[in-house]
């Protein structure tokens, strides 16, 4: 039975200036060349050759691939298809960004594992995609090359156990060695897909609860005229692979499939519920979910709370996700939502492991139509610049620092001088802690409109310590000129989403250190970022303390009200409090 998919889904996840008599933003561009840093290469092998890779963009994405073509172009399309899909289903997931993240198809050469965060190389469980993120940026890297991959863990060893020795007709199968685990490379990158929209909401969800989303939509079935959500296999089947040996009586066991719960967990004992819902979002459990009996069974726990018998425990379910928002989890709170206990919850899982009950959800093309189709793949051959700059940045994320600068350095020493990639070294210079070449590219990537809010960001940051440095005669106030290259910056960065607190916080810092005093007009910009980040207690202080430096008494109190309220103890609440005392009293009723 289907049923509106976005009735359940939406509450589940709820959550310019102007200096003296003209605008910073609108303050001439310096147009003077900037001289930019020279590297000296002592030794040729340190300058990796080039490589090749395909290049492309689609909706929230620049794709770096170095599969083949054909199997770039299907992946894309199909990734489009489904992303599109998404879309329909769960409006307004997707976020849009000037930065779009990065998909990286390794596709050729073990290139995969480099990107392996820092860490996470040894783990004794085999990964084949990745999601990457901070606050600005995010990579999904996934492992088109390897199909199948040995599980050395003990959900592995149980599932060697528990396969099939014998076919429909008792003859042996069973060879005794690991058959492997086979990989899907389109439902990792689904998979990875959910965990970067869903990382995106705040405040974030329980790893559970994405482990358990991310699995239903990775199987999500996506054809020309509808989309099904939350419909389950049959777990008798078994793979053409498997069937096709069975067929030759070759006694060969194929490898195991990503099967829904109620196959996968058929004969897998079930781990305890406090030691599921404990599980850290960013945890190797949580990272690793291949052949894991803790994915499957956030599956089957998130399945049941919204598609099981009928529905029927969709309101316990969302009660017990929107509690956790502001509470604690513990078993109490859990029997208060669903009014039983761990041990009784991992009993009910069973139960609907072997006999599920279920209705799911989609979305339909009105009769005699079509759902509408992505728009046409371009597909060519990357820029060296494009390479380096898209590795690099996901190399980075990974915390492979040094591997990032050479990636980002080789296409500029060979004459790239693309406004994204300068930003990127830039900032990876930054990073490394060579401020003085940071601090040349970054104005060079500024000057060339280079779309990237953070290099504005920290270009206004070394501006901002370079004129603290060097104060004018203005007391060790910066100078009206001093504000202005500060601002200049930080009013580009604010124009480009996404949106950071730090630009506003900077804006804050440096009109409370400017000569000039402030205006209302000029302060707007800092209400914006009050409304835009409502919980950030150090930019609310910043605004109300520059509120009191103009003179804007009644804006300055309520702005102090609310700071008092997000800070019950502590000094930022002796810092409100102080201001609070500079006020004048408010009128007696």
């Known amino acids: 039975m289907r049923e ?129 993120l901070d606050r600005e940026q995010a990579a999904i890297v996934i492992d088109f090359e390897t199909k199948v991959i040995n599980l ?46 869903l990382a995106g909401v705040q405040p974030r969800a329980p790893a ?7 699995q239903i939509f990775m199987a999500m079935e996506v054809t020309s005229t509808s989309i099904i959500v939350g419909k389950l296999e049959d777990p008798n089947t078994i793979s053409a692979t498997q069937a096709a040996m069975n067929e030759a009586g070759t006694g060969g066991v194929a490898a195991q499939e990503d099967r829904d719960f109620n196959a996968a967990l058929a004969r ?27 994915a499957k069974q956030c599956y089957a726990f998130v399945h049941w709370g919204l598609y099981g018998d009928e529905s029927k425990h969709q309101r316990a379910f969302l009660t017990f996700i929107n509690r956790l928002v502001h509470e604690p989890l513990s078993e109490p709170l859990f029997k208060e939502c669903f009014k039983q206990s761990y041990k009784g919850m991992e009993l009910t899982i069973r139960g609907y492991v072997d006999f599920t009950s279920h209705r799911y959800a989609g979305v339909e093309a009105p009769k005699g139509q079509k759902l509408p189709e992505p728009p046409p793949l371009v597909l060519r051959e990357a820029t060296e610049a494009e390479v380096g700059r898209l590795k690099g940045e996901t190399l980075r994320l990974a915390g492979h620092q040094a591997a990032a600068r050479l990636a980002l350095i080789a296409p500029y020493i ?8 300068l930003a990127s070294l830039g900032l990876q210079e930054r990073v490394m802690g060579d401020d003085g070449r940071a601090r040349k590219f970054l104005e060079a990537a500024a000057q060339a409109k280079a779309v990237r809010p953070r290099a504005y960001l920290e270009l206004a940051r070394l501006r901002f310590a370079a004129a603290n440095a060097k104060p004018d005669e203005t007391g060790g106030q910066l100078s009206a000129a001093q504000t202005v290259a500060v601002l200049t910056p930080l009013f580009t960065a604010r124009s480009q989403p996404p949106s950071l607190p730090e630009v506003y916080e900077l804006i804050g810092e440096s009109w409370s250190r400017s000569i000039v005093v402030p205006t209302a007009e000029h302060l707007a910009v800092l209400d914006e970022g009050v409304r835009r980040f ?19 008494t009644a804006e300055a109190t309520s702005l102090v009200g609310l700071g008092l309220r997000l800070s019950p103890a502590g000094a930022m609440r002796e810092k409100f409090e102080a201001l609070q005392a500079v006020l004048p009293a408010a009128p007696n009723p």
Do not use: H
């Not at 559970?208 to 989303?213: S, V």
């Open 152 to 197: 050395v863990t003990p959900e592995g060893t149980a599932a060697l156990a528990a396969a099939p020795t014998t076919d429909a007709g008792g003859n042996a199968i069973g060879g005794g060695a690991d058959p492997g685990f086979e990989v899907d490379s389109y439902r990792q990158l689904y998979r990875e897909y959910i965990r970067f929209l």
């Open 268 to 294: 897998r004992g079930l781990i305890g519920m406090g030691q599921l819902l404990a599980v850290a979002n960013d945890s190797a459990t949580a990272r690793n979910p291949l052949g894991s009996t803790w």
């Open 414 to 421: 060979r004459g790239e001088r693309d406004p994204a990639l």
């Open 534 to 552: 409502p919980r950030d207690a150090g930019l609310v202080y910043a605004n109300a303390a520059l509120k009191v430096k103009a003179g804007l």
């Open 208 to 214: 559970w609860f994405e482990e358990g989303l991310s």
């Open 4 to 132: 509106s998919f976005t009735r359940w889904l939406i509450p589940a996840l709820a959550f310019a200036a102007r200096l003296a008599a003209q605008d910073a933003s609108q303050q001439p561009v310096n147009d003077k060349p900037i001289e930019l840093p020279v590297y000296t290469v002592t030794d040729q092998r340190e300058l990796p050759p080039p490589e090749k890779w395909s290049y492309a963009r689609i909706e929230g994405f620049e794709v770096l691939s170095n599969a083949s073509e054909r199997g770039t172009r299907r992946l894309l399309r199909d990734f489009q298809r489904y992303s599109q899909a998404i879309g329909l289903v769960w409006p307004g997931v997707q976020r849009p960004a000037a930065v779009p993240a990065m998909l990286i198809i390794c596709g050729r050469g073990g290139k995969f594992e480099a990107f392996r965060p820092t860490g996470e190389r040894a783990v004794d469980r085999a990964m084949a995609s990745l999601s990457l």
